[in-house]
């Protein structure tokens, strides 16, 4: 049986090759190197394994099945846990790592995420210190960027976040599935925007 993150890897490579955003923002690591699989589910495993809305293009459905596939073995995360982004938020999205520094492929050069959310749900602004880039591979969602209007994208789009701007993501009538790349600073994890207003 094919090893499904070696699988996941190998498209990983190639969508870096593919697209031009991808090739520009980072090379592709050449330090990889494996770790023991943790698995770990969370409420958007469970809604991910159901979900029938995520429609693709022929240049992105592989790597989206291939996300889809190492989900039950993926060590999912809820990276606003502890804040008060609110229970449906953390019942409903869902993202892993499958490059950096706690990827399945560890590697110091780059993080690469998958995050996925089901439709009708919005992820307030928040930054970091990493520059980031997102490319869409199956449904649509609506980004916004501080001082920018919205914009839609499908797959095969990408959008990037300059280190500490404020972003936000919203779904309406279609889920989202994204390839989330990371540079620069990957040490410091996101953080609301805000959060200082929270009651
Ligand atoms: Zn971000």
């Known amino acids: 049986?094919?090893?499904?993150?070696?699988?996941?890897?190998?498209?990983?490579?190639?969508?870096?090759?593919?697209?031009?955003?991808?090739?520009?923002?980072?090379?592709?690591?050449?330090?990889?190197?494996?770790?023991?699989?943790n698995q770990h589910r969370i409420p958007a495993t469970d809604l991910l394994e159901a979900e029938t809305g995520l429609i693709s293009d022929d240049r992105h459905s592989a790597f989206r099945d291939g996300f889809i596939g190492c989900a039950p073995l993926a060590d999912w995360r809820q990276t606003y846990k502890d804040t008060n982004i609110g229970a449906d938020f953390l019942n409903r999205f869902g993202c892993y790592e499958l490059i950096g520094l706690e990827g399945t492929f560890h590697s110091h050069q780059m993080r690469g995420f998958v995050v996925y959310s089901p439709a009708d749900l919005h992820y307030p602004w928040h930054h970091h210190p990493a520059e980031e880039l997102y490319l869409v591979l199956a449904g649509e969602a609506e980004f916004c960027i501080h001082g920018e209007k919205p914009k839609t994208l499908r797959p095969g789009d990408t959008t990037y976040h300059a280190s500490m701007v404020p972003h936000a993501m919203?779904?309406?009538?279609?889920?989202?599935?994204?390839?989330v790349l990371w540079r620069g600073n990957l040490m410091d994890p996101p953080v609301l925007t805000h959060a200082e207003m929270a009651p």
């Open 1 to 37: 049986m094919p090893d499904r993150w070696q699988t996941l890897l190998q498209l990983a490579r190639a969508a870096h090759a593919d697209h031009p955003d991808l090739r520009a923002f980072c090379d592709f690591p050449d330090d990889l190197s494996r770790l023991p699989a």
């Open 170 to 179: 919203t779904t309406h009538d279609h889920p989202v599935m994204a390839y």
